[in-house]
C-alpha cells in the first residue's frame, strides 16, 4: 500500500485547522502567543482545500455539477459566516466563495473554445471580483493555479513561497500606508499578520499526498457541511455565554434549511427514477417550509413580517402532502386515481385562500398576534373553524398514510421493509413536534427543528441508504458502473447520456451532456468503425451496437474490451506453435514453411546447417543439463552473430539450420561461420567453463536459379546437400565451415 496522506486525511487535517483558527478569531485575543499560535495552524486549511479544488478540476466527471454544488454551498455558508465575523468581514464573502471564483477562474483557463485573449480578459475579471468582495482576494485564486499548473513539489513550495511574500508584502504596504491616509476603518499593525507564513506548513503535508482519495465516513463533500455548520455552533456558544438564546434559536432552525437543502442536493445527483421526483419534491417543499418559519422566528416581533413567514409555510406544507402521497404510492406500489391528487390541489388552493384572507376573514385563525412572554417575540395564533377542519383532514390522510405503510410492511421483508419502516417515521417526526407544543413543555414556542431534522434525516436514511426504492436497479447500475468493460451511451446526435467508471479513466474528459465525438478515437470508434486500439499498453476492442425501438433510432452504445490478456494468450498459442520450447528459435515445421516460402517468393541467399561436435559426449560427461545449456549457447550464438537478415531454426537433437536472406558472398558466408564458432565457444566458456567441444558448419548458396521455383523441392534438395557439406567439416577434423 502506499504510504503517506490521503485526500480523506488532508481534509480532515484541513478541518481541524480551520476551526482551531475559528476558535482563536471567536475567544483568544490575537495579541496573544497562544492566538498566534492557533492563527498560524490555522492557514493549513487554505492551500489544503486550493489544492484539491486543483485535484477535483482534474478529476471531476462532471464540472457543470461541481459548480453547482460549490455555488449552493458558498450560498449556504453566507449567513452563517456573516452571523459568526459580524461587521469583521463587512461586505466580503466566504471561503467557499472564495474556492469558487478559483474554480471558474482554472476554468476559464482551461476552456478550449475561446481566444487567449478573451481567457485573460475574463480570468483579469474574475481576480477583479474576488478583490472586490473575496474573504480571502485573489491568494485562492493563485494558489490553485500554482498547484495545478506547477506539478514539481519542490517548485510548488517555491511559487507558493513568492506568493505568500508577495502577499505579505502588499498587506503590510497597506497597513503602513493606511496609518498616514486612514482610508480603512481597521487599526491593524503590520506585526499582527506575520502568521501568514503558516500558508507555507502546507506544502510539505501536500508532497506527502498519495494520491488516493481514502475513506470518507462522513462524505466527500463533508468539509463544505461542516463549513457553515461549524460557524453556527460557534456563533451560539457566544450567544450562551452572553444568555442570549434567541439567536441560538433561530441558528438551529437555520441548521436544519441547510440540511434540507443538502440532502435536496443529494436527491438531485441521484440517477433519474420515477420515484425521484417526488423525492426531490418532498425536499423542495421542507426547504420552503423551513424558509417561512425562520422569517416568522426572525420578524423581531413584526406580526406582518411574521404572518408572511406562515404563509410561506403553509405553501410548503400544502405541496409536501400533495407529494407525499404521490411518494407513498409509488413506494408501496399504490394505484392511486389521478383524481385524489386533484383533490389535494383543490383543497391546497383552498386553504392558501383562507390562510391569506384570514386577517379579513378570521375563519382559518381568529386571531393573529405577537406575544411578548418569553425570551423574545413569537406569533400567537388562535385557531378557527377552517384551520380544525384541516387539522382533521390531516389527521385523516395521516392515518391512510399509516394503514397503507403497516400493510405494506407485512407483504414485505429485509430492506425493503426497512425503507418503509423509515419513511413511516420520518412522516410521524413533524406531528412528534407537535404533540410536544401542545403539552405547554415548550412555553408556546415550537420546536419545527426537531420534526423537520428528523424528517430529513430518516428520508435520507430510506433513500439513500437503502437504494432509491429499487435495490435491484441501483445495484444494476452499480454493476454496470463498477464493470470491467468501457461503456458510453449516447443519443443518436452523439451526445453523452451515461459513461461508467472504465471508460472515464479512459477519456476523463469525457461527461455526461459533452459530444462523445469530440474525443477523436471515440470518434472513429462510433463514425469510422475502429474496432480496436491500444492505450497505456493494454488492447482494448470496440463493439458499436444500435438500440432502436419500431426502427426509430434512440441511441448508440460503445462497448470497450481489454483484450490485452487474449491476445497475450494467443500470442503464446502462436509463438509455442512456432518455436522450439529449450532454445526459442524456430521449430522445424516452421523454419520449413519459411524459408520454403522465401525460396517461392525468389529470395536468393545462404543456407547453413550447425552441429554440435561430439554432443554426446557432453551429454554422458556433464549430464543432459550440461547438454541443455550448450544447446542454448548453440542458439543464442547464431541469433547474435552477423547484421544480415536471417532466421534460425532446430531441426532436432544437436542440429541447427539459419537461412541467410541475399548473403551469396562465399567469403562474407565462411566469415560468418567462424563468427559463430567463435561466439559459441565465448559463451560456452561464461556457461559451462568444463566442457570443451565447437561447431561444425555446412553452408548452400541458394542461387537465382533455384529461388522462384517449388520450395518445398528446392528445400529439400537444399537441405541434403548442407547436411553433406556439414559432415565433411567433421570428417576434416570438425570445427570449421565449408561452403558450397
Keep these: 500500500m502506499k504510504k503517506g496522506l490521503n485526500a480523506s486525511q488532508l481534509k480532515i487535517i484541513a478541518i481541524i485547522a480551520m476551526t482551531i483558527d475559528h476558535v482563536a478569531w471567536g475567544f483568544v485575543d490575537m495579541f496573544t502567543p497562544l492566538g498566534q499560535i492557533m492563527h498560524v495552524l490555522g492557514r493549513l486549511t487554505i492551500p489544503i482545500m486550493c489544492f484539491f479544488i486543483a485535484e477535483g478540476f482534474r478529476r471531476t466527471s462532471s464540472l457543470k455539477n461541481y459548480f453547482f454544488k460549490m455555488v449552493t454551498f458558498a450560498l449556504a455558508s453566507e449567513i452563517p459566516f456573516k452571523?459568526?465575523?459580524?461587521?469583521?468581514?463587512?461586505?466580503?464573502?466566504?471561503?467557499?466563495?472564495?474556492?469558487?471564483?478559483?474554480?471558474?477562474?482554472?476554468t476559464i483557463s482551461r476552456a478550449e473554445n475561446i481566444t487567449k485573449t478573451l481567457k485573460a480578459?475574463?480570468?483579469?475579471?474574475?481576480?477583479v471580483l474576488s478583490a472586490a468582495v473575496g474573504g480571502w482576494p485573489v491568494f485562492p485564486i493563485i494558489l490553485v493555479f500554482i498547484f495545478y499548473y506547477v506539478k514539481d513539489i519542490k517548485k510548488q513550495f517555491l511559487w507558493c513561497f513568492a506568493a505568500v511574500v508577495t502577499v505579505e508584502a502588499v498587506v503590510i504596504g497597506l497597513i503602513l500606508l493606511n496609518g498616514v491616509y486612514h482610508f480603512s476603518s481597521y487599526d491593524w499593525k503590520w506585526y499582527q499578520w506575520m502568521y501568514f507564513f503558516g500558508f507555507l506548513l502546507a506544502i510539505p503535508l501536500l508532497g506527502m499526498y498519495n494520491g488516493k482519495r481514502g475513506n470518507y465516513p462522513?462524505?466527500?463533500?463533508?468539509?463544505?457541511?461542516?463549513?457553515?455548520?461549524?460557524?453556527?455552533?460557534?456563533?451560539?456558544?457566544?450567544?450562551?455565554?452572553?444568555?442570549d438564546p434567541y439567536p441560538v434559536y433561530t441558528a438551529v432552525h437555520f441548521v436544519c434549511l441547510v440540511v434540507f437543502i443538502a440532502i435536496t442536493i443529494l436527491f438531485l445527483s441521484a440517477p433519474p427514477s420515477k420515484p425521484l421526483i417526488p423525492t426531490v419534491m418532498i425536499g423542495v417543499s421542507g426547504c420552503v417550509y423551513m424558509f417561512g418559519y425562520i422569517m416568522e422566528v426572525m420578524a423581531d416581533g413584526n406580526v406582518d413580517i411574521a404572518f408572511c413567514g406562515v404563509i410561506v409555510e403553509y405553501l410548503?406544507?400544502?405541496?409536501?402532502?400533495?407529494?407525499?402521497?404521490w411518494f407513498i404510492s409509488l413506494f408501496c406500489k399504490l394505484n392511486i386515481s389521478k383524481y385524489v391528487y386533484l383533490f389535494q390541489g383543490v383543497v391546497a388552493v383552498i386553504v392558501m385562500c383562507l390562510l391569506i384572507t384570514?386577517?379579513?376573514?378570521?375563519?382559518?385563525?381568529?386571531?393573529?398576534?405577537?406575544n411578548n412572554d418569553g425570551p423574545f417575540p413569537r406569533l400567537e395564533l388562535e385557531y378557527g373553524p377552517a384551520f380544525n377542519a384541516l387539522f382533521f383532514y390531516l389527521t385523516a390522510l395521516y392515518l391512510f398514510i399509516i394503514i397503507v405503510s403497516v400493510k405494506a410492511m407485512k407483504n414485505s421483508t429485509g430492506i425493503e421493509r426497512k425503507r418503509i419502516i423509515r419513511i413511516t417515521v420520518a412522516f410521524a417526526c413533524p406531528w412528534i413536534a407537535f404533540g410536544i407544543k401542545f403539552t405547554g413543555l415548550t412555553g408556546g414556542y415550537e420546536i419545527a427543528f426537531i420534526g423537520v431534522m428528523g424528517t430529513a434525516l430518516f428520508i435520507y436514511n430510506a433513500v439513500i441508504k437503502f437504494g432509491y426504492f429499487n435495490s435491484v436497479q441501483i445495484a444494476g447500475e452499480n454493476a454496470i458502473n463498477e464493470y470491467s468493460e468501457g461503456m458510453l451511451v449516447t443519443d443518436p446526435h452523439f451526445v453523452t447520456r451515461y459513461v461508467n467508471k472504465k471508460m472515464r479513466k479512459l477519456f476523463p474528459r469525457l461527461t455526461i451532456g459533452s459530444k462523445a465525438t469530440n474525443e477523436p478515437v471515440i470518434r472513429e470508434m462510433l463514425v469510422g468503425g475502429m474496432v480496436r486500439f491500444e492505450h497505456d499498453d493494454r488492447i482494448f476492442e470496440a463493439q458499436v451496437s444500435e438500440i432502436r425501438e419500431q426502427n426509430y433510432m434512440q441511441a448508440y452504445m460503445l462497448f470497450l474490451r481489454d483484450m490485452t490478456e487474449h491476445y497475450a494468450y494467443l500470442d503464446a498459442l502462436e509463438r509455442s506453435s512456432q518455436r522450439d520450447q529449450l532454445t526459442d528459435v524456430y521449430n522445424r515445421r516452421f523454419f520449413t514453411e519459411l524459408v520454403s516460402n522465401y525460396i517461392t517468393e525468389g529470395y536468393d541467399g545462404c543456407f547453413m546447417m550447425i552441429d554440435v561436435d561430439d554432443f554426446k559426449n557432453v551429454n554422458d560427461s556433464f549430464g543432459h543439463d550440461a547438454g541443455d545449456i550448450a544447446l542454448k549457447a548453440v542458439a543464442d550464438a547464431i541469433t547474435r552473430t552477423g547484421t544480415e537478415e536471417h532466421i534460425v531454426g532446430r531441426q532436432g537433437g544437436d542440429e541447427f539450420t539459419a537461412?541467410?536472406?541475399?548473403?551469396?558472398?562465399?567469403?562474407?558466408?565462411?566469415?560468418l561461420g567462424n563468427e559463430i564458432i567463435t561466439a559459441f565457444k565465448e559463451e560456452l566458456l561464461k556457461v559451462l567453463p568444463e566442457c570443451n567441444t565447437s561447431l561444425s558448419i555446412g553452408a548452400m548458396l541458394v542461387s537465382e536459379a533455384d529461388a522462384g521455383n517449388t520450395g518445398d523441392d528446392v528445400y529439400k534438395a537444399l537441405y541434403k546437400a548442407t547436411d553433406r557439406a556439414m559432415y565433411a567439416v567433421k570428417k576434416a577434423g570438425k570445427s570449421g565451415i565449408t561452403v558450397r
Excluded at 384570514?358 to 405577537?370: D, K, P, S
Design 358 to 370: 384570514t386577517r379579513q376573514t378570521h375563519l382559518f385563525y381568529r386571531n393573529v398576534g405577537i
Design 316 to 325: 410548503g406544507e400544502t405541496v409536501l402532502f400533495i407529494v407525499w402521497v
Design 659 to 671: 537461412f541467410y536472406k541475399g548473403l551469396t558472398d562465399k567469403k562474407r558466408i565462411e566469415e
Design 218 to 243: 462522513m462524505g466527500r463533500m463533508f468539509f463544505y457541511f461542516y463549513y457553515p455548520c461549524h460557524f453556527l455552533v460557534l456563533w451560539s456558544i457566544q450567544k450562551l455565554i452572553a444568555k
Design 83 to 106: 452571523l459568526f465575523f459580524g461587521e469583521e468581514y463587512g461586505y466580503r464573502c466566504n471561503f467557499i466563495f472564495d474556492l469558487t471564483l478559483a474554480l471558474t477562474a482554472l
Design 121 to 127: 480578459l475574463l480570468v483579469a475579471l474574475v481576480v
